[in-house]
């Protein structure tokens, strides 16, 4: 149950595109489409951005977006704003019954 | 309106045991696997523990296997964490999470609040 890899840190400018990436094994990331974001402001419980690696729950905005190529997950944020500054983690369904989670990325807005 | 909310936090010595509770309303809890997902204070996400709609698919982080056992009733739409034998590190935020499907495939579709527990003698 190795966590997923994430950078620590991104940042864009308003307006902005910016992407994270979430690299995992042929075990998890690389086999399943069970990959999700979740957004997490200070203080407050985390929100499902993407489901199933491309899926925008209701009520997400469209500039968020996901990705997945081989072992590598990655979430987009187009058109950045100021709401959008948060924590950002990524997890994958591992077989097994298990789920592993990236170790966070923290977007600025600058 | 989906609702998760959480209860049975506090402060405990090393070695002691707590039960978590999650009451849940708004959606077919029945229907629905359930996961506890925790988060140290100023730390990261961390996966506990996952259980499917009747409870026939049950999965344990290796940090807390053998410690932690998660359970549901769905006759009262509650989710329970039973953590024994803690340990300073197991000091968290625990959220209860809905999943979007059944079988807790990991769409973690809606959060509770969290309840804090503390380790420390």
């Known amino acids: 149950q190795s966590a997923l890899t994430q950078p620590p840190s991104a940042s864009g400018s308003p307006g902005q595109s910016v992407t994270i990436s979430c690299t995992g094994t042929?075990?998890?990331?690389?086999?399943?489409?069970?990959v999700s974001w979740y957004q997490q402001h200070p203080g407050k419980a985390p929100k499902l951005m993407i489901y199933e690696v491309t899926e925008r729950p209701s009520g997400v905005p469209t500039r968020f977006s996901g990705s997945k190529s081989g072992n590598t997950a990655s979430l987009t944020v187009s058109g950045l704003q100021a709401e959008d500054e948060a924590d950002y983690y990524c997890?994958?369904?591992?077989?097994?019954?298990?789920?592993?989670f990236g170790g966070g990325t923290k977007l600025t807005v600058l | 309106e989906v609702q998760v909310v959480e209860s049975g936090g506090g402060l405990v010595q090393p070695g002691q045991s707590l039960r978590l509770s999650c009451a849940a309303s708004g959606f077919d809890f029945d229907k629905s696997a359930m996961h506890w997902v925790r988060q140290p204070p100023g730390k990261g996400l961390e996966w506990v523990a996952s259980?499917?709609?009747?409870?026939?698919?049950?999965g344990h982080a290796v940090s807390v296997m053998g410690r932690f056992t998660i359970s549901r009733d769905n006759a009262k739409s509650s989710l329970y964490l039973q953590m024994n034998s803690l340990k300073s590190e197991d000091t968290a935020i625990y959220y209860c999470v809905k999943d979007r499907g059944q079988y807790g495939s990991g769409s973690l579709e809606y959060w509770g609040q969290g309840t804090l527990v503390t380790v420390s003698s």
């Open positions: 997890t994958s369904y591992a077989g097994g019954n298990i789920l592993v």
């Open positions: 042929s075990s998890d990331v690389g086999k399943y489409r069970s």
């Open positions: 259980l499917s709609w009747r409870s026939e698919s049950i």
